[in-house]
Antibody
Framework: EVQLLESGGGLVQPGGSLRLSCAASGFTFSSYAMSWLRQAPRKGLEWVSTISGSGAGTYYADSVKGRFTISRDNSENTLYLQMSSLRAEDTALYYC???????????????WGQGTMVTVSS | DIQMTQSPSSLSASVGDRVTITCRASQSISNYLNWYQQKPGKAPKLLIYTTSSLQSGVPSRFSGSGSGTDFTLTISSLQPEDFATYFCQQTYSTPTFGPGTKVDIK
């Protein structure tokens, strides 16, 4: 069974940092692009970042560019999101999601984790 | 970024009803349009990709159509488990989502 399990969320002060992890199982992790998305409380869905299967290609939403870094460890089947210079508007439930091809271009998000909550507040 | 709109924002329907949700893109997105279902406290679930392809395991009462800027999701006969919020999403360029359509019980 394909599964994604996020962890690492929590309460952080504005300007602080946090690293999210997503443990993948049930599929050949290195063969698929992976993404992070977020959903603020009672708000819509926002794509945050995508990384290709090899890790060579990384892409970011303008709202997080320069502050967030996506990475992956294909030997450990784990996806990461390093978040720094956090702002109140980054408060959201963060999901990791799989894309059905190596590059991810034009693809939907076909498997989602259950999410990990990040709250930025003093 | 391409803006996505949905109508209606919410609707009330009965079990067995035919339900249609509309999604519009601010510019042509070819057929790069996907639909997701989200239930309270759960992650979104992919229902339909590239406008009309049914994701594995999704019941055939769900269908999608459209091209360019205008798309629809149809549920042919609403079932109790279909009461949820539905989002459209484009992947023609930087992915963006519609605001959602909440389907609840009449």
């Amino acid at each position: 069974e394909v599964q994604l399990l996020e962890s690492g969320g929590g309460l952080v002060q504005p300007g602080g940092s946090l690293r999210l992890s997503c443990a993948a199982s049930g599929f050949t992790f290195s063969s698929y692009a992976m993404s992070w998305l977020r959903q603020a409380p009672r708000k819509g869905l926002e794509w945050v970042s995508t990384i290709s299967g090899s890790g060579a290609g990384t892409y970011y939403a303008d709202s997080v560019k320069g502050r967030f870094t996506i990475s992956r460890d294909n030997s450990e089947n784990t996806l990461y999101l390093q978040m720094s210079s956090l702002r109140a508007e980054d408060t959201a439930l963060y999901y990791c999601a799989k894309r059905p091809t190596l590059s991810g271009f034009g693809d939907p998000f076909d498997v989602w984790g259950q999410g990990t909550m990040v709250t930025v507040s003093s | 970024d391409i803006q996505m709109t949905q109508s209606p924002s919410s609707l009330s329907a009965s079990v067995g009803d035919r339900v249609t949700i509309t999604c519009r893109a601010s510019q042509s997105i070819s057929n790069y349009l996907n639909w997701y279902q989200q239930k309270p406290g759960k992650a979104p679930k992919l229902l339909i990709y590239t406008t009309s392809s049914l994701q594995s395991g999704v019941p055939s009462r769900f269908s999608g159509s459209g091209s360019g800027t205008d798309f629809t999701l149809t549920i042919s006969s609403l079932q109790p488990e279909d009461f949820a919020t539905y989002f459209c999403q484009q992947t023609y360029s930087t992915p963006t989502f519609g605001p959602g359509t909440k389907v609840d019980i009449k």
